[in-house]
């Protein structure tokens, strides 16, 4: 008996200490927007807010400018030629080629669910992902999975913890609400037990839905007309670039409602972060709680002359929005450190101080929240696009004019933008003279300069783990 009241003392004791560990580890509530353009932060007041509270990356990109690839790189912290999801459709991408080439191993929903976490997935997963046909993945204790029929808005299905649940045509069901809920409630009852939760939106991807209260805001919007704006590419830009035929009146009109339509569509992600910051607060987690926003790509609309799309090199397409607010985070502050999406895995494993299952090609920016000043590091990130075709009804099936450029890798600096194409060409774009990335001015380079970035390229290409960090702390003089 007294060994077994001694047992007791122990287990108590157990459950006492691993609790106090769970009480001490930060949450994490990520929430991340589909195709979701940097100029759309103007219109959402609550994001705004959380960049006065927290610290903005003005240098953040993701490493292949299409929703898969991207999200496969987040999940893993991988490049996409490491995950070997290069697009959103098998053999070369998608759900199945994440699942073929083990990428569910690799995720930090694993290290972090190791580490104590409850872990919760929301929304939107991997392209190709089926509610009622695939199973929940390892590593996740909540799973809240929306179907591709999230992107109307309506009428979809959702894989919650293993069953089938359909969601109907309702002013309730519409899809950023529903998450919304599912997310406030989960925050609502989550105990002392450290959590990560990610709410992947389908907002504002085509068909560009509203809510319903939202439907008529922002009459007359346009879209932006920056200075890459209907231009015209002139004869040393590539020629998949010189192939795009000027924007008509027409074109100019579609641009303009597609930009307003998106608008409309961000105001509810907008409102869940103002509900999910409220709740976190009325529940004493803020200061425990890391909130992070960010997204999988951006979206071109008229830049370039391209009607709406992404998938290029171009900041429009990989340059999006990372926003951090939470215990210890520097307020009002924007660093200029070059950080991507291969980054976010090891972040969220740092803040956990939990080991990702492999080793990632990225590392934890957690250092950069305090507010110093970036003095080394990373001088160079790649980019990878691999040419594909598109069936009928995949959602982000490039629209005509729209962009899906030569398979490509890309080197982007704080100075610089180099691109070779599968076809042979080359760009390079000198950021400080060209911010809108206009004039290839790869002809004026020395021949040594060229070499020199080819090499570097190469060594991008086929770097995985250490050897894509050294490759990435190269100095690469502009």
């Known amino acids: 008996m007294l060994f077994n009241s001694r047992s007791g003392i122990f287990a108590s004791l157990a459950i006492a200490i691993s609790t106090l560990c769970w009480a001490q580890r930060p949450n994490v509530v990520f929430v991340l927007a589909d195709d979701f353009s940097s100029n759309l932060v103007a219109y959402m007041p609550h994001l705004q807010a959380m960049q006065k509270e927290g610290t903005s990356f003005e240098r953040y990109f993701v490493t292949n400018s299409l929703c898969c690839p991207s999200r496969a790189t987040i999940f893993t912290g ?20 994440f699942v073929a080439h083990h990428n569910p191993a690799k995720s930090f929903a694993l290290a972090l669910q190791a580490a104590g976490y409850r872990t919760a997935m929301m929304g939107k997963h991997l392209n190709g992902y089926h509610p009622g046909q695939h199973p929940v993945p390892v590593g996740w204790s909540d799973w809240f999975v929306v ?18 649940v359909h969601f109907g045509h309702r002013s309730a069901d519409y899809v950023t609400d529903v998450l919304a809920a599912r997310a406030d409630a989960f925050i609502r009852a989550a105990g002392e037990q450290a959590f990560f939760i990610e709410i992947a939106t389908f907002a504002p991807h085509a068909p560009y839905t509203p809510a319903p209260r939202h439907a008529h805001e922002f009459n007359g919007l346009k879209a932006p007309r920056s200075p890459a704006f209907a231009w015209r590419a002139v004869a040393n830009a590539p ?41 976190l607060a009325a529940t004493g987690k803020t200061n425990t709680t890391y909130v992070v926003f960010s997204a999988d790509n951006g979206l071109h609309l008229g830049e370039y002359s391209l009607r709406s799309g992404k998938m290029t090199p171009f900041d429009i397409d990989v340059r999006v929005p990372l926003i951090v607010a939470g215990p210890g985070v520097a307020k009002g502050h924007t660093s200029e450190a070059l950080v991507a999406n291969i980054d976010l895995a090891p972040t969220f494993a740092a803040w956990a101080g939990a080991s990702l299952p492999s080793p990632p090609d990225g590392r934890s920016f957690a250092d950069l929240l305090k507010g ?15 040419n594909h075709a598109h069936r009928a009804d995949d959602p982000d099936a490039p629209t005509p004019y729209g962009a899906n450029p030569p398979t490509y890798t890309a080197l982007r600096s704080a100075n610089f933008l180099y691109v070779e194409y599968a076809t042979g060409e080359m760009a390079y774009y000198d950021l400080p003279s060209d911010p809108h990335q206009l004039n290839n001015q790869l002809n004026l380079l020395p021949m040594q300069k060229r070499e020199q970035l080819h090499e570097a ?6 770097c995985k783990g250490q050897t894509c960090r050294q490759a990435q702390d190269r100095p690469m003089a502009p």
């Open 78 to 97: 991988q490049m996409p030629h490491n995950t070997q999801v290069m697009t959103n459709e098998a053999p070369t991408g998608g759900y199945a080629a």
């Open 239 to 279: 020629l998949w670039l010189r192939q795009i035929p000027a924007l008509s009146a027409k074109d100019l009109s579609r641009l303009d409602e597609t930009f307003r339509k998106r608008v409309q569509s961000v105001q509810a992600i907008d409102e869940m972060l103002g509900q999910l910051r409220a709740t």
């Open 372 to 386: 110093a000043a970036v003095t080394a590091g990373r001088q160079v990130l790649s980019i990878e696009h691999l």
């Open 147 to 164: 179907g591709g029929g999230g992107y109307s808005g309506y009428n979809y299905q959702v894989n919650h913890n293993g069953k089938v």
């Open 457 to 462: 390229l190469l060594a991008h290409k086929n």
